[in-house]
């Protein structure tokens, strides 16, 4: 693998609130507080001034705890949800000149279709259940313009065999597969249309400990296979320290820390992240 | 001259939120290694010698006084504060780490870690599993070891597959925590041996031992420490 410094992916100032704010809360003194809700409106700042950037080929993980605003980030990023405010540049669409979240719905589409993958959570979202693993596979193809429904057989097929579902089984639909399955079969679909980046939202959660070792290993051989550059949310130090090149650490929607895998594992600087490395151990 | 490595008053505490107490690492540390030299640090348990040698790696960050190198990309730069992505870079290419912890990747096979540090320099498939086979067979791992997994393997098993790993990278400047320490005598010289020669392709080294006699003849300077500080 080779060593590029080209920033893939830029977002800075990054904000998402949700409810309106109140003249309590919009002062930027108040939003220092420890907490990331005002209580007096109810508003959550789930986001506040994240920024950072993405080179290619690493893997970037992201840390916190339940409610940090590790999801809520990939969910802006992929356009899941409307951010309150902030920038977001990536390299493969007209040089990172533009900020992607002033752009029209018809590019946003366009950048999930052809430049971003992701891997949810929760297969319920990120795959049709009732439709075959080759047909959730061509509908993401379909979104990016291909139509010879040979060209998306194979093309299905072939990834579907990279993540090691047996061929007899592709037609079957996801919901008669076993999570560690459904993982895979979201995850071939991300990749359909060759994205740079590979969002991964807690990919690993709910599966059993040989699965999860499965699915993290498969991660290992697309990064290699395919050369992509990642985003990997994960709650769990182990994943991260398997995985990540570098980490980031959120609390209370803000990035409170970042660095090395090593040196967040092995030195961490904040209160909180000593916390998190030492409930690992 | 110029040196390879320049150490500057150096100081590093730990801060334990939770306890609310400051753990002292080391301080006023001041070193120049120049290029091709080893240096051997000695000194007892918990005199701060692999703090040193793990913020000149980056794995902890310095409090205070820098950390100059001369690297082969951007010449001289100063490690603690260079952006995360240099270091990766650095790490990969220029500065190899072996450790005293018998960590190995999981779920891969000996043979497989060693191809992979060879493909990571950007070498072909083919010059790494030729290089993976020369320096197994250095290091005289069991031929039925190669195929199975390097977790499943002895202590000093997988102490060599480490050195074995750090060393096909051949990096320009390597630091060396305790390499020997849980190794029977034949071993110890197979990594010697190795060692000496690195040494002679120009290698320079960073190294902690405990033992001294395997550390004399082989490095040049001996850098002694007592609780976090140097003695002279």
């Known amino acids: 693998m080779m060593h590029e410094d080209t920033v893939l992916l830029r977002a800075g100032n990054l904000s998402k609130a949700y409810g309106n704010g109140c003249s309590r809360c919009e002062s930027p003194e108040a939003r220092n507080l420890e907490k990331n809700y005002c209580p007096h409106c109810g508003t959550v700042y789930a986001l506040q001034d994240v920024s950072f950037a993405l080179y290619t080929g690493e893997i970037l993980g992201i840390v916190g705890e339940s409610g940090s605003g590790k999801s809520t980030l990939m969910q802006c990023l992929y356009f899941d949800q409307p951010v309150t405010s902030g920038e977001f540049q990536l390299n493969s669409y007209k040089g990172g000149t533009v900020n992607l979240f002033e752009e029209s719905d018809q590019v946003k589409r366009y950048i999930r279709n052809y430049h971003l993958g992701k891997v949810y959570q929760n297969p319920m979202l990120g795959l049709k259940m009732k439709f075959s693993s080759i047909s959730n596979i061509a509908e993401k193809m379909i979104s990016a313009g291909h139509r010879n429904v040979g060209v998306m057989q194979e093309r299905a097929s072939e990834l579907l065999s990279h993540v090691n579902i047996p061929a007899f089984r592709m037609k079957e639909a996801p919901q008669n597969f076993s999570g560690g399955m459904q993982q895979r079969v979201q995850i071939a679909k991300a990749l359909s249309n060759n994205p740079p980046i590979l969002l991964l939202d807690e990919i690993t959660t709910g599966l059993d400990l040989s699965v999860q070792a499965k699915v993290l290993d498969l991660i290992k051989t697309i990064r290699r296979d395919f050369q992509i550059t990642m985003m990997l949310v994960s709650h769990d130090l182990g994943v991260i320290r398997m995985l990540a090149d570098r980490t980031l650490v959120m609390l209370n929607g803000r990035i409170i820390e970042h660095g090395l895998t090593d040196q967040i594992l092995e030195d961490p600087q904040q209160a909180y992240t000593q916390e998190l490395v030492h409930s690992l151990l | 001259m110029k040196y390879m490595l320049k150490i500057d008053n150096l100081g590093k505490s730990f801060i334990i939120h939770d306890l609310q107490k400051h753990i002292h690492g080391c301080r006023g540390i001041s070193l120049a290694l120049q ?22 790696y980056r794995t902890y960050l310095p409090d205070e006084g820098e950390i100059w190198y001369d690297s082969e ?160």
Not at chain 2, 36 to 49: A, L, N, V
Not at chain 2, 191 to 218: A, N, P, S, Y
Request: net charge positive.
């Open chain 2, 35 to 56: 290029h091709g030299e080893f240096i051997g640090i000695t000194g007892r348990s918990g005199s701060g010698k692999s703090t040193i040698l793990k913020m000149v």
């Open chain 2, 73 to 232: 990309r951007w010449g001289w730069i100063q490690l603690s504060q260079r952006a995360e992505r240099d270091i990766m870079y650095l790490r990969m290419y220029e500065i190899g780490y072996i450790s005293q912890f018998l960590n190995v990747l999981p779920r891969m096979t000996a043979r497989e870690i060693i191809q992979q540090a060879v493909r990571e320099k950007g070498s072909s498939e083919a010059e790494a599993a030729a290089e993976a086979v020369r320096m197994l067979t250095h290091f005289e791992l069991d031929r039925e070891l190669w195929d199975s997994y390097a977790a499943t393997f002895s202590g000093g098993e997988k102490l060599r597959l480490n050195i074995a790993r750090a060393m096909v990278k051949r990096p320009r400047l390597l630091l060396l925590d305790e390499p020997t320490a849980s190794l029977d005598m034949h071993s110890k010289m197979r990594v010697r041996q190795l060692i000496e020669q690195l040494k002679r392709e120009g290698t320079t080294m960073l190294g902690i031992f405990h033992d001294i006699e395997f550390m004399r003849g082989l490095c040049d300077r001996e850098f002694k420490m007592n609780q976090g500080e140097a003695v002279i």
